[in-house]
C-alpha cells in the first residue's frame, strides 16, 4: 500500500423503528424508508468509486441489514457481523478495524451513534459532524499501514448522505 490509501468508511445504520416499539434497542429492524435510503448510500458509494474491501458491520438487526444493502449496490460479497461493535466506544470500532483489516485498503464499519460519530470526532476534530442515519464518512489516512492509522495522519473527511 502507498501513502494515503487507507480509508475507513464509517457508516451510520439506516432508519429504524422508533425505539420504545416493544422490542429490545438492539432488535430494532429497519423500516421501509430505511431500506431505501440503504440502497440509495450504496449507489452514491458505487458513484464515486467507493468500494469495500473488507465491511464490519455491528451484529444489531438494522446495522446488519444496513450494510447487507449497501453492499449488495456495490456487489460486495458478506459482511461481517461483530457483536462488539453494537454500543461500542470509539477506541473499540477503531481497533477492530485495525486488527480485521490489516492488509485491506479500504474498511467499511457500519454502526450506531453515539461510538461512530465519536469515532469521527476523535479523528478528525475539525472536520468531524454527527452522522445522521443512512451516511457515511469517508476518513483517509496518510498513512502505510493500519498501525499508523490514527488522530494525527487523517488526510481528509468526506461526507454521503442520503
Known sequence: MTETTLRLVLIRHAKAEAAGSGLRDFDRILIPRGMAAAQALGSKLKAAGVLPDLFLTSAAPRAVLTAELV????????VRPVDGLYDAEPEFILETARTAGLDRG???VCGHNPGISE???FLAPSLARELPTASCAIVAFSASVWALADQGCVGSVEYFET
Request: charged share 0%.
Open 71 to 78: 453492499a449488495g449496490v456495490l456487489g460486495f460479497g458478506a
Open 106 to 108: 479500504t474498511i467499511f
Open 119 to 121: 469515532l469521527l470526532f
